[in-house]
C-alpha cells in the first residue's frame, strides 16, 4: 500500500472522523453528559432492578458507541457505587451491567473500538476489495441491529446475577433539570452525527459529492474545534481528571500479563493452531462453520490478551484463510474486529473489564466468570450468524 498524497487526501475525512471522535469524547466527559443520561436511565427503571440493569446496559452501550468504553466505565462507576450504598446484593449486577454494555457498544459505530481503527488500517493494507464502501452511516446500517441483539442476550444473563426475591429497590430521585453546559455539550454532539452520517450518506447517494467530501471534513472539523474550544466545554485539566487508583492498578497488572504474552510468543502459537483449524474447516466448504469458529475463538482469546493484539495478529490469518478457500475476507474481519470488543468473563479481558471490577468492591469473580462464558457462547452465535448474513448484503 503506498501512502500518497492522493490517498491521504481520500482517507482524510475517516482521519477526521477519529480525530473529532476524540475530542467528542472529552468533550462528554467534561460536561457529565454521562452522569446526566445514567440519572435519567434510574428514573426510566421506576424502581424495577430489572428494569434498572437494562437501562445501565443501554446507557453504557450508547456512551462506547462514540467514546472509548474505559471511559465509559469510569463515568459509570460513581452512579452504580453511588446506587451500591443504597442497595444490597447489587454490586455483581450493577458492576456487569456497565462492563457488559461497555464492551457490546464498541462494536455499534466506525469509532466505537480502537479495533475498528486498526480494522480500516489492516483492510488498507491488504488492499481488501470493497473497504472503500465503509462508511460511518452504512456501518450503523448491520451494526445497530446487532448491537439491540446483544444488549438484548446481556440484559437475559445479567438478570441471573439478582437475588430472586428483589423486584423493587430504587426509589426514585427528583428529576435534575440538564445544565447549560451539558445542553451545549448535548448540541456538539448532535452535530457530530449530523454531519458525519449526513456526509458518509450523501457521498454514498450522490457521486460528485464524493471529490468534496474531504474539503467538507476539513471545514467541520475546523467549526467543531472552535465550537468546543471556545465554547469553554473542554479544559486542558480535563484530560487528566477522575483517573481512580485502584483502577489504574488493575490496568498496570493488565500491561505486565500482556508484555509476558508477548514475551513467550503466545499469540503467535495460537494463530499458528487457528489457522490449521481454519483450513481444516474451508476444505470441507463450510463457510459459516469459519464464521462461528473465528467469533469464539477471538472472544475466548480476547479474554486472556489484548483486543488489538488478537485483532491485529488474526486480520492476517484471515487474509490467508480467504485467499486459500475463496472466501470474501471482508465481513470476516469485520468479525474479528467485532469480536475482539466482546470479552465479558475476566477482569483482564478489557480495559473496561479491569477498571470496574477493580472499582467495585464486593464484585463476585465466581458469577463474572460463569454468566461471562453464557454470554460468550451466545454473542459468538450471534454475531456469527448476524454478520455471515448481513454484512455481505451492505458492502455488497
Not at 183 to 191: C, E, N
Not at 254 to 271: K, N, P, S, T
Not at 293 to 321: D, G, K, P, Q, R
Not at 330 to 342: D, F, G
Amino acid at each position: 500500500m503506498e501512502f500518497s498524497a492522493t490517498y491521504i487526501y481520500d482517507r482524510l475525512p475517516l482521519i477526521l472522523l477519529f480525530v473529532t471522535g476524540y475530542i467528542l469524547y472529552r468533550v462528554t466527559a467534561s460536561v457529565a453528559l454521562p452522569e446526566y443520561m445514567a440519572a435519567r436511565a434510574v428514573r426510566f427503571s421506576r424502581g424495577r432492578a430489572d428494569l434498572l440493569l437494562l437501562s445501565l446496559i443501554i446507557v453504557s452501550a450508547l456512551l462506547s458507541m462514540f467514546i472509548p468504553n474505559a471511559v465509559t466505565v469510569l463515568a459509570m462507576i460513581p452512579v452504580i457505587r453511588s446506587l451500591d450504598d443504597e442497595l444490597e446484593a447489587m454490586t455483581t449486577p450493577l458492576t456487569l451491567s456497565i462492563i457488559y454494555g461497555a464492551n457490546i457498544g464498541g462494536m455499534g459505530s466506525l469509532i466505537g473500538s480502537p479495533a475498528n481503527l486498526l480494522l480500516i488500517g489492516a483492510l488498507d493494507m491488504f488492499n481488501i476489495a470493497g473497504r472503500e464502501q465503509i462508511t460511518f452511516f452504512n456501518w450503523f446500517e448491520w451494526a445497530l441491529p446487532l448491537v439491540a441483539g446483544m444488549v438484548f442476550l446481556a440484559w437475559l444473563v445479567v438478570r441471573l446475577s439478582l437475588p430472586k426475591k428483589l423486584i423493587q429497590v430504587v426509589q426514585t430521585q427528583p428529576e435534575k433539570p440538564i445544565s447549560q453546559i451539558q445542553l451545549k455539550g448535548l448540541l456538539v454532539f448532535a452535530s457530530f452525527l449530523v454531519f458525519w452520517a449526513g456526509s458518509s450518506f450523501v457521498a454514498e447517494s450522490v457521486c460528485a459529492f464524493k471529490a468534496y467530501e474531504p474539503l467538507a471534513a476539513v471545514v467541520f472539523s475546523i467549526l467543531f474545534c472552535f465550537a468546543v474550544f471556545r465554547g469553554e466545554m473542554l479544559r486542558m485539566v480535563d484530560m487528566v481528571q477522575g483517573i481512580p487508583k485502584r483502577g489504574v492498578l488493575f490496568l498496570g497488572l493488565l500491561g505486565i500479563f500482556i508484555i509476558l504474552v508477548r514475551i513467550l510468543r503466545l499469540d503467535e502459537h495460537v494463530a499458528g493452531l487457528f489457522t490449521n483449524l481454519l483450513e481444516a474447516l474451508g476444505r470441507s466448504g463450510d463457510g459459516y462453520g469459519i464464521y462461528l469458529v473465528t467469533a469464539f475463538v477471538v472472544i475466548l482469546l480476547t479474554e486472556f490478551l489484548s483486543n488489538t493484539v488478537v485483532s491485529t495478529a488474526f486480520f492476517a490469518v484471515i487474509v490467508h484463510v480467504s485467499a486459500t478457500y475463496a472466501l470474501n475476507p471482508l465481513p470476516l474481519m469485520i468479525l474479528v474486529s467485532a469480536a475482539s470488543t466482546c470479552a465479558f468473563m475476566t477482569p483482564v479481558a478489557t480495559p473496561c473489564n479491569s477498571l470496574a471490577v477493580g472499582e467495585m468492591r464486593g464484585m463476585s469473580l465466581r458469577t463474572m466468570v460463569a454468566l461471562g462464558m453464557v454470554m460468550n457462547v451466545g454473542g459468538a452465535i450471534l454475531l456469527s450468524g448476524w454478520i455471515w448474513w448481513v454484512v455481505p448484503k451492505v458492502y455488497g
